[in-house]
């Protein structure tokens, strides 16, 4: 039997929830609770400004994904109706889905630390120095356009609605490991789902923690890849270099702004293409590298 074309009409007449803005007012309590807390026992988990712009940059991107989520589901849509199979819409195809799905988060993780372009897209989310629930508000406005990594979900058969869902349900899950005041859970838990402790070391500048803990709600995916580092000493948050800036729009847009000035100053397509696509811990060096050869080049001119 041929698997039936879904179109757009009969997807939007569904209705589907949105049920990340649903969350929005629990998780928000649940900010201001931890904003308390913090300030009770008089811990520097919090600051005032830093949660002010990341809630900013949070509401912003609710209502960012809301609109385009016609896109979005279009997009998925398309290249569900691509292939000849469907996966039916039964309880453990959702189950199946959250796996092949966060299989790919983890490398759309990934790519966007190690590719400097992607990483203009997810850089706001490690820009603060400071690591509470209200980090998790902190999705960069350009990071919609990372939905192509998730083409594969649709081609894999998944109906656009359990994507839709699962999705959403990853995304929540998120909330609740950007967190100091969870430590260390039980040893089955901290072995396959991603925790606050894994997190903690994702976030953090500290050397041996630099691109380590990509999952997102599985840290299985890190440990058969290789990527996957314990917590052990206490970590610092942030960048390598600080934005020093409370303002949305910077942080939002600072590295995206970086490239467009190292694009303009290049010298050739090729440093062009490097500044662009170089993996961000590697970019001075690859500044220096170009620099070295342009001057190289210079004397050789000169005689």
Same mark, same amino acid.
């Given at each position: 039997m041929n698997k039936e074309t879904l179109t757009f009409e009969q997807i939007t007449n569904m209705d589907l929830p949105n049920i990340i803005l649903y969350a929005a007012p629990v998780m928000i309590a649940l900010v201001a609770f931890e904003w308390y807390l913090s300030y009770r026992q008089k811990k520097d988990f919090y600051d005032g400004k830093d949660t002010v712009a990341a809630l900013v940059i949070g509401l912003i991107n609710v209502g960012m994904s809301a609109a385009i989520k016609v896109i979005t589901f279009g997009i998925i849509l398309f290249f569900y109706n691509l292939v000849p199979w469907t996966i039916p819409m039964t309880w453990w195809a959702f189950i199946i889905c959250l796996f092949w799905l966060d299989f790919w988060r983890y490398w759309a993780h990934r790519i966007a630390h190690e590719?400097?372009?992607?990483?203009?897209?997810? =850089?706001t989310h490690h820009n603060s120095e400071k690591y509470n629930w209200s980090v998790s508000f902190r999705l960069?406005?350009?990071?919609?356009?990372?939905?192509?990594?998730?083409?594969? =979900? #649709?081609? #894999?058969?998944?109906?656009?609605v359990v994507f839709f869902i699962v999705h959403q349900l990853a995304v929540l899950y998120q909330f609740w490991i950007h967190t100091e005041y969870i430590t260390k859970l039980p040893r089955p838990i901290e072995y396959f789902f991603t925790t606050p402790s894994h997190h903690r070391v994702h976030h953090a500048t500290n050397e041996k923690y630099l691109d380590k803990n990509y999952g997102s709600t599985f840290i299985i995916w890190d440990r058969i890849f290789g990527t996957f580092q314990p917590e052990e000493e206490k970590p610092n948050y942030g960048l390598t270099t600080q934005v020093n800036s409370y303002n949305p729009i910077t942080l939002n847009f600072h590295e995206w702004s970086d490239i467009v000035r190292d694009v303009k100053n290049s010298r050739s397509l090729k440093e062009a293409y490097a500044? =662009?696509?170089?993996?961000p811990s590697e970019l001075e060096a690859k500044k220096k590298e170009f620099e #070295? #050869?342009?001057?190289k080049s210079r004397l050789k001119v000169n005689g």
């Amino acid at each position: 039997m041929n698997k039936e074309t879904l179109t757009f009409e009969q997807i939007t007449n569904m209705d589907l929830p949105n049920i990340i803005l649903y969350a929005a007012p629990v998780m928000i309590a649940l900010v201001a609770f931890e904003w308390y807390l913090s300030y009770r026992q008089k811990k520097d988990f919090y600051d005032g400004k830093d949660t002010v712009a990341a809630l900013v940059i949070g509401l912003i991107n609710v209502g960012m994904s809301a609109a385009i989520k016609v896109i979005t589901f279009g997009i998925i849509l398309f290249f569900y109706n691509l292939v000849p199979w469907t996966i039916p819409m039964t309880w453990w195809a959702f189950i199946i889905c959250l796996f092949w799905l966060d299989f790919w988060r983890y490398w759309a993780h990934r790519i966007a630390h190690e590719n400097r372009f992607w990483w203009a897209t997810h =850089v706001t989310h490690h820009n603060s120095e400071k690591y509470n629930w209200s980090v998790s508000f902190r999705l960069s406005w350009t990071q919609h356009i990372k939905i192509i990594f998730f083409i594969p =979900v #649709a081609l #894999a058969g998944f109906h656009p609605v359990v994507f839709f869902i699962v999705h959403q349900l990853a995304v929540l899950y998120q909330f609740w490991i950007h967190t100091e005041y969870i430590t260390k859970l039980p040893r089955p838990i901290e072995y396959f789902f991603t925790t606050p402790s894994h997190h903690r070391v994702h976030h953090a500048t500290n050397e041996k923690y630099l691109d380590k803990n990509y999952g997102s709600t599985f840290i299985i995916w890190d440990r058969i890849f290789g990527t996957f580092q314990p917590e052990e000493e206490k970590p610092n948050y942030g960048l390598t270099t600080q934005v020093n800036s409370y303002n949305p729009i910077t942080l939002n847009f600072h590295e995206w702004s970086d490239i467009v000035r190292d694009v303009k100053n290049s010298r050739s397509l090729k440093e062009a293409y490097a500044m =662009v696509f170089t993996r961000p811990s590697e970019l001075e060096a690859k500044k220096k590298e170009f620099e #070295a #050869a342009y001057e190289k080049s210079r004397l050789k001119v000169n005689g």
